[in-house]
């Protein structure tokens, strides 16, 4: 049986939540890749869009999946990657750095926001949210 998004029965935000953890990771990953072809660049750059990703995919099989640890991992992933792209943020000397540092702080802070709200809970959680 194939199974795609459109036919996955969960509300939106579960969707969005999901969508989060995994996009913004990869457009982090794509941002890493970009830096990696200038002159002088280091192959450890790949390494932390590599670990967010791992860590972006594993939280939203887990929210997809209704496992409620995963919703609390969530949370961990957010504070870690959140705070890390608003230092990102101070740190950067290049706009396009600093532009895609504040989009993806906003976007994990509102992943984090979105795991609190009822519709997950009562996804994840079933009858004890």
Request: proline share 4%; hydrophobic share 65%.
């Amino acid at each position: 049986m194939k199974t795609s998004i459109r036919s996955w029965q969960a509300p939106t935000e579960v969707k969005v939540v999901c969508s989060l953890f995994v996009g913004v990771a990869l457009a982090y990953l794509l941002l890493a890749v970009v830096m990696l072809t200038a002159p002088g660049a280091s192959p450890r750059t790949i390494l932390m869009p590599v670990t967010s990703l791992l860590f972006g995919v594993l939280v939203a099989a887990g929210i997809a999946l209704r496992m409620a640890f995963a919703r609390i991992a969530g949370y961990a992933v957010v504070v870690i990657f959140g705070v890390l792209h608003a230092f990102f943020l101070m740190g950067a000397e290049l706009l396009w750095v600093k532009l895609f540092s504040a989009v993806a702080a906003a976007g994990y802070i509102y992943a984090g926001v979105l795991l609190s709200s009822g519709p997950v809970r009562r996804f994840v959680l079933g009858d004890a949210a």
